[in-house]
């Protein structure tokens, strides 16, 4: 069922209750994990100090974690015509995401910005590795020039940048740049 929904699990007492009776905190959070959690509820108490560590780690493996290893494109491209673009992901969490998120690409100079949206679909992307390997195609009518590569996965109603991407480099805007890609004059 967690390939096509999101398990949410909520604690039995509560994690102090837990700690007092001398439970294995990392068995009970790896039981969660192999049930490919993606939300708890722990009814809104204190953690013990002494297991912060433990619920830190979990918190990073439980539902998606999206890690982009490598990207590879043309420099050079003509105004209208594909670069082709591959990247390879890492879902480092133990579930998929759930909504129809938007994988994207931005061609970004000081006077001109342009996103382009692909068709993949993330909710495939389960734990695991994850390759987008497709011609991304450049609008006919950006002018030439110098331009930031950036990627971004948006949310699928309001079209912004979304998810935060387990990397460094997040911009103040949610985009995440690549790289530079020159666009010459279209035919």
Request: with cysteine; proline share 7%; hydrophobic share 40%.
């Amino acid at each position: 069922m967690w390939r096509a929904a999101p398990v949410s699990l909520e604690a039995c007492w509560v994690p102090e209750s837990w700690h007092q009776f001398g439970w294995d905190v990392k068995s009970i959070l790896n039981v969660a994990l192999s049930w490919h959690v993606s939300t708890v509820n722990v009814k809104s108490t204190a953690l013990p100090r002494e297991w912060k560590s433990e619920f830190d780690d979990f918190q990073r493996k439980m539902g998606y974690r999206f890690v982009l290893r490598r990207g590879e494109w043309q420099t050079q491209v003509r105004a209208g015509e594909a670069t082709h673009l591959k990247t390879w992901w890492v879902n480092e969490g133990v579930a998929p995401i759930y909504r129809p998120f938007v994988l994207a690409f931005r061609v970004s100079s000081s006077d001109h910005s342009v996103v382009i949206r692909t068709d993949a679909d993330l909710r495939k992307w389960l734990p695991g590795d994850a390759v987008f390997d497709d011609p991304v195609f450049v609008p006919g009518d950006l002018p030439a020039g110098d331009y930031q590569l950036s990627v971004a996965i948006l949310d699928p109603i309001t079209l912004q940048p979304g998810v935060k991407l387990a990397i460094e480099g997040r911009g103040e805007d949610g985009w995440y740049p690549l790289g530079k890609i020159s666009v010459s004059p279209g035919l």
